[in-house]
């Protein structure tokens, strides 16, 4: 699928082209893909429909990973959490169009409305979708953002938001974690939680853990770098009916063989591996490719044994690093050495605190003004609240039939070392029923009317398979290559130059997975569309030079404070479209 039409509102949105070659292979490749989330599905997809035989293994019994649904009794669902379909997810959408060309499954929620523990809610509908318009009206508008904090937001700091240019926005920030950009900002304390502690727990983490690199590309790809809006969509029945259920019959009708319920246990590169010497470009010799044709990799699982020209490792990524761990390594001194430190950037990787999902089948309605999603900061363990049958079939099938609402609460970073009063036995470490009481007393806050209903039914779902985005080198973090030919990975934990995140992250590494292994049979790839790579500032040449000349130098000068960034920059400022006027 190659269209070179942008594919959304946004006319600045960037193509990737991929590795251009012939349209199908000519010859027979067998390709394990190892998971079955969105990274596996796209990597699995993009190979067979360029003629790649395909045999996927995904260890539950449904697909879609961490965006799985599963059934329970009596015909309900359980999931492991809400999830948003942004707009800005172009190459989400593109796989999601081979099933659903007109992504009817998917449907637009009104609002994403945040609220604060004070009541205080900030709301991004009706704002406008482009910037800095969005920007400026959304200022104008926010209770949690008053005329009075203006001038102690440090504008240096500001521009940095609206002034990236990828990829090299990734390393500015290095050994800067989200909470100490946030301490220079000097946002207001009210937009800060709402505005970006919000975004930078959605990556399962705490602040102080997570990168601040990645809180500014986010915000840039959502709000201040896109045309798209921050609205999005939601499925509308439970994920693996409206969504994984129709691609996995999709790939069938390609011919990939789909084994569901098995575990892969090990992965082994070719007998003879590690004797082979190193190509002129480091790798193991016949270069950076698609897989070696002097043998066949080897996967085990706990059914049985599958050989393959190439894998896909599109697996969380503590399961990537227990199968990659026993690789050999060469004994051609250039490429055991490449291997050896690719190896200790993968054994650095972290996986981020436990969440908690709690859904509630209730015996009443929640209020009818109720929205469909909520987003919380400062109500204890809880970062949102779902209703359910506002838009998922399934539960408001069950809605209907019972005269109750399905809620959903989320706990994005329940961590037991932060607090010891959520620390137990249970899975993740947890007291798994005092998470629950903690979550049960913050919905009675937000939704007072549902202290007064009970729960028919309840599921707990807890889960610490989420990388951590941290604060180490961007440099550091692996991508979909890897020193060993015929192996690629894919996940939403790897490095792209790109501004993506999230679910589009893991649809986009599994592409790239895929290119780099056709690349290497000379066979065409799939494009990639993005967000614009620049900031607004850089995009518009006929701002002030001080301004944009300023704006970049920020980074030498921030950690000092507002004083010393030169008058020029901060009688600039003033006049940046988007900044003025408050």
Known sequence: MNDRTPPGRDPHAVLHPGPDGAPRLTDERHVVVVGGGIAGIAAAVVLAERGARVTLVEACEQLGGRVRAWPTQDGRTMSRGFHAFFRQYYTLRALLRRVDPELDHLVPVPDYPLR???????????????????????????????????PS???????????????????????????????????PDGAR?????????????????????ELVGMFHTYFTGSSEGLLFDVPD????????????????????????????????????YAAQPAGPDGTADGGD????????WTVRTDAGELTADAVVLATDPRATRALVADLPVS????????????????????????????????????????????????????????????????????SAEHGGSVVELHGYAVDPHRDPDVAGGGRGGLDEERVRARLLASLHQVYPETAE??????????????????????????????????????????????????????????????????????????????????????????LPAAVRDGAATVPGLLRDGATRVPAALRRGAARVPGLRGR
């Open 193 to 213: 939680h709402l505005a970006l502690e919000v975004f930078a727990r959605s990556f399962f983490a705490h602040p102080s853990e997570f990168g601040a690199g």
């Open 453 to 542: 209903l009970e729960s028919v039914h309840e599921e707990l779902v807890v889960e610490d398979d989420c990388g951590l985005v941290g604060t180490g080198p961007w440099r550091q973090r692996p991508t979909v290559d890897t020193p060993y030919p015929g192996l690629a990975l894919a996940g939403d934990g790897l490095r792209v130059d790109w501004p993506i995140a999230l679910m589009e992250r893991a649809a986009v590494t599994g592409v790239l997975a895929a290119n780099h292994l056709l690349q290497g049979w000379g066979v065409r790839g799939e494009d990639v569309w993005t967000v614009p790579l620049e900031g607004i500032l850089r995009r518009r040449p006929h």
């Open 331 to 398: 004994q051609d001194r250039t490429l055991g050495r490449a291997q050896r430190s690719w190896h200790e950037r993968l054994a650095a990787g972290r996986n981020a605190p436990p969440f908690v999902v709690l859904r509630l089948w209730c015996d009443g309605l929640v209020a009818p003004s109720r929205e469909a999603f909520l987003g919380t900061s400062g109500y204890d363990l809880l970062d949102n609240v779902t209703v359910l049958e506002r838009f998922e079939q399934g539960a408001a099938d069950w």
């Open 116 to 150: 604060r523990g004070d009541g205080l809610t900030d709301s991004f509908a009706k704002l406008p979708a482009t910037p800095p318009a969005n920007l400026v009206t959304f200022v104008l508008r926010s209770p949690t953002f008053p005329v009075s904090a203006l």
């Open 237 to 272: 029945d439970d994920y693996d009916t409206a969504l994984w259920a129709p691609l996995g019959r999709y790939l069938s009708g390609l011919g990939v063989q789909i084994r569901t319920g098995e575990r892969v246990e090990q992965v082994a590169p070719p007998s003879g």
């Open 289 to 296: 490719d698609g897989g070696d044709d002097g043998g066949a």
């Open 153 to 187: 937001v440090h504008i240096p700091s500001a521009l940095e938001l609206v002034n990236v240019s990828y990829p090299e926005s990734h390393e500015r920030y290095d050994g800067e974690s989200a909470q100490d950009f946030l301490d220079r900002l000097r946002f």
